[in-house]
């Protein structure tokens, strides 16, 4: 019969694997508040770039309110204003004119 201080102390040896659980689950809710959302926005943005033809209302990176002109492969020509057209990174758009922010609510 086994001695039951023995298992007793048996039982109270901590496991080599409860030392790795607390930082995987960290790990775990951090992904999933944090980094996964972040990564469903960028690319949410990387499909709005690339599909940017002439005539969008756009918000160029720096705060710029513009109307693209000319769409090229990697590049924008975009009107500031009446007279200011500037050609910029299709990467520098922030957005859609008049689209909610993530953050605001509806």
Do not use: H
């Amino acid at each position: 019969m086994a001695d039951p201080c023995m298992l007793l102390a048996q039982a109270a040896e901590p496991s080599p694997y409860g030392a790795l659980l607390l930082p995987l689950m960290m790990f775990t809710i951090f992904y999933f508040i944090w980094y996964q959302p972040m990564q469903r926005n960028r690319k949410k943005l990387e499909e709005l770039q690339k599909a940017l033809k002439a005539g969008d209302k756009v918000i160029i990176n720096p705060g710029f309110f513009a109307t693209v002109v000319a769409a090229e492969a990697d590049a924008l020509t975009v009107r500031l204003d009446e007279k200011t057209k500037v050609k910029v990174l299709r990467s520098a758009v922030a957005g859609l004119q008049g689209e909610p922010l993530p953050t605001e609510n509806k």
